[in-house]
Structure formats: structure tokens, C-alpha cells
């Protein structure tokens, strides 16, 4: 039952391009999206959400995008830096927060120096 | 910044023994949470806690796991008979719990549980 499917078990981008993250959902009321980033032998860090009533959020180098009719988000880091490198998952959630959260397989973003 | 804390870091035990994770929250969050990750697979919720009870708990959390929040700082999960299949990462989490607006869970460091 892969409810956030994250299709891209890795990734490598240079240094200051651009790092796109994809995800993509099949429950279409889930209405919380959110990512998180997490390096090895730590817990996840929480980097961004978006609720459903938006498509497009910002932090600094951090964006997300929010395509419902598609059932997809995507995370774009601009410019990428070496201490991107982590593993990212993309977590959904029904009611906006506070129910379990469905994550997906991550995706290991590799930034090249 | 507030985090949420957890001991301990690892833990190795024999099947059949039980354990206890123990987790301090961020102090003013209401909600509470275990997840667990096993080497090479998603991260999974165990259960969540609101108001001293129970609030949602998956098909893993069996009878064979408990959790308690026995005083007012500390959040534990407790598993009774430890099974090889136990051996996880486990993942605590808390989040605030704000009326009419969404969010966000805010993970510990992890305890990683070896059942030998």
C-alpha cells in the first residue's frame, strides 16, 4: 500500500544548480503535505509544508509545489548546496497535521562540490 | 530551539525481553507520537497520544506495545515480549496542537532497538 510514492531513490545535482524532489500521492484527501530531511543516524528535520489550499510555498532556498488534479509535489532547492546531502521524504497527512503521517521511500539528494 | 529528546540512542536486547524507548517531547506540544523505520524500508506510524489516551494506533501497535506518559515531561513506548522483527529505528515525535490551523510533527533523534 504505497499511499506517497517517491519514485527517485536518488538523486545527484552540482553544487548551485537546482534540486528537484518529486512525490507523488494516491489518497486524495490527504490535505497536510510536508518534507523532511534526515541525515544518517539522526532523526527526521522538518524543512517545509503545504497545505492543499495553496500550490506553492516558500522558505529561502526551499519551495514546494502542490499540483492536487495530479496528485503530485515536488521540492526545489535553489541554489543547492554540499550540506543538502541527506535523504529527503515526503510525509502526507489527512486533517490537516495532527494524524499519522504517510511517508515515502525518500530520495537521497547527493550535492557534488 | 526546542527538540525533542530520546534515550536511549540504542539499544540491544534479547528476544522475548522487554524494553522501554523513553522520549521528552518540546515542552508546550500536546500531541505525541512513535513511529519506527526498519533498515531499508518507510518510516511507520506506531501510534499517537493526545489527553493522556490513546488517539490513533496502527495495525502494528499490538497488544504487544503500551505507552504511557508517566509524568509530566517523559513519553514511553513499552514492548512487552521483544520479537527479532522489532529490531527498527524508533522514532519519536511531538507537535503542538493549535485549533484551526495545521501542524507540524517534529521529530526526536531516534532510539535504534537491536533484538538479538
Known amino acids: 500500500d504505497q499511499q506517497v510514492k517517491q519514485n527517485s531513490p536518488s538523486l545527484s545535482v552540482q553544487e548551485g544548480r537546482i534540486s528537484i524532489l518529486n512525490c507523488d500521492y494516491t489518497?486524495?484527501?490527504?490535505?497536510?503535505f510536508l518534507w523532511y530531511k534526515k541525515y544518517p543516524a539522526e532523526g527526521p528535520t522538518f524543512l517545509i509544508s503545504i497545505s492543499s489550499i495553496k500550490d506553492k510555498n516558500e522558505d529561502g532556498r526551499f519551495t514546494v509545489f502542490l499540483n492536487k488534479s495530479a496528485k503530485h509535489l515536488s521540492l526545489h532547492i535553489v541554489p543547492s548546496q554540499p550540506g543538502d546531502s541527506a535523504v529527503y521524504f515526503c510525509?502526507?497527512?489527512?486533517?490537516?497535521?495532527?494524524?499519522?503521517?504517510?511517508f515515502g521511500k525518500g530520495t537521497r539528494l547527493s550535492v557534488i562540490a | 530551539e526546542p527538540e525533542v529528546t530520546q534515550t536511549p540512542s540504542h539499544q540491544v536486547t534479547q528476544m522475548g525481553q522487554e524494553v522501554i524507548l523513553r522520549c521528552v517531547p518540546i515542552s508546550n506540544h500536546l500531541y505525541f507520537y512513535w513511529y519506527r523505520q526498519i533498515l531499508g524500508q518507510k518510516v511507520e506510524f506506531l501510534v499517537s497520544f493526545y489527553n493522556n489516551e490513546i488517539s490513533e494506533k496502527s495495525e502494528i501497535f499490538d497488544d504487544q506495545f503500551s505507552v504511557e506518559r508517566p509524568d509530566g515531561s517523559n513519553f514511553t513506548l513499552k514492548i512487552r515480549s521483544t520479537k527479532l522483527e522489532d529490531s527498527a529505528m524508533y522514532f519519536c515525535?511531538?507537535?503542538?496542537?493549535?485549533?484551526?490551523?495545521?501542524?507540524?510533527?517534529?521529530f526526536g533523534p531516534g532510539t535504534r532497538l537491536t533484538v538479538l
Open positions: 489518497n486524495s484527501m490527504f490535505d497536510y
Open positions: 510525509a502526507a497527512s489527512l486533517n490537516s497535521g495532527n494524524t499519522p503521517l504517510v
Open positions: 515525535a511531538s507537535s503542538p496542537w493549535t485549533r484551526g490551523t495545521t501542524d507540524t510533527q517534529y
